[in-house]
């Protein structure tokens, strides 16, 4: 994995759409969410009671759109995430990342490319992709140390109906638990789950931050 150690700036601005940089837009994707849950993403990040924002961007360079054969226009700039902290009568930088996530117009193969969603849930940033049939994986972000810090890891692998194994990585416990379905071989109309949950220890240096971390597409946990 590779990080970008850039500089986070903590100014404050009154208009969360003031942290958008120059050559970016709010990410208007209508897939996989609506177009209006893209827009301000709200929930408390830091226990304080008001209401934080993240911001989905993405970039404008029209050099990154392209024509597709059979699926014609596609824009494939890069997509970013801005987290801001309500202080009562202006917003400061949490984190920052203005190009860590794939276009959503990127080539699936013989299957749709993996789709984002973000959401704020019991204090903490979640960043998820499902892709259908296959599964899904998502990463669980905490406020502390001037960062969005990766806490968790969780990944959901399928055949079709049937589960294959599942995946929980604490890295603040640094314990991994990995839970393989003994009948992943049955027939999708006909079977049963059964899992063998196998826990392990793992080796965490130090907690990865959402604004050092260059693609979501190169992490990989399990």
Not at 36 to 44: H, L, M, Q, V, Y
Not at 117 to 126: A, F, M, T, Y
Not at 145 to 169: A, F, K, T, W
Request: proline content about 3%; charged content about 30%.
């Amino acid at each position: 994995m590779t990080v970008d150690h850039s500089y986070q700036n903590t100014e404050g601005k009154k208009n969360p759409n003031d942290f958008i940089p120059k050559g970016y837009v709010i990410n208007k994707y209508e897939g996989g969410i609506s177009a209006e849950g893209w827009n301000e993403i709200k929930g408390d990040l830091n226990k304080d009671g008001l209401e934080d924002i993240v911001l989905i961007i993405k970039g404008t360079d029209k050099s990154r759109v392209i024509k597709d054969e059979n699926r014609g226009e596609l824009d494939r700039n890069r997509r970013g995430i801005i987290v801001l902290l309500n202080k009562g009568n202006y917003y400061e930088l949490a984190s920052k990342n203005y190009n860590c996530f794939s276009s959503e117009n990127e080539d699936g193969g013989v299957y749709f490319a993996p789709e984002l969603s973000v959401s704020i849930e019991k204090g903490n940033l979640h960043i998820d992709y499902g892709h259908g049939r296959y599964g899904s994986w998502g990463y669980t972000f905490r406020y502390q140390n001037g960062d969005m810090e990766l806490i968790g890891y969780d990944s959901y692998s399928s055949r079709g109906p049937v589960p294959q194994y599942e995946v929980s990585i604490n890295f603040l416990t640094k314990k991994k638990l990995t839970k393989d379905n003994l009948n992943k071989e049955d027939d999708g109309d006909h079977y049963e789950v059964k899992y063998k949950d196998t826990w392990e220890p793992i080796k965490v240096e130090q907690l990865i931050k959402l604004s050092e971390i260059r693609d979501f597409d190169e992490l990989e946990f399990n």
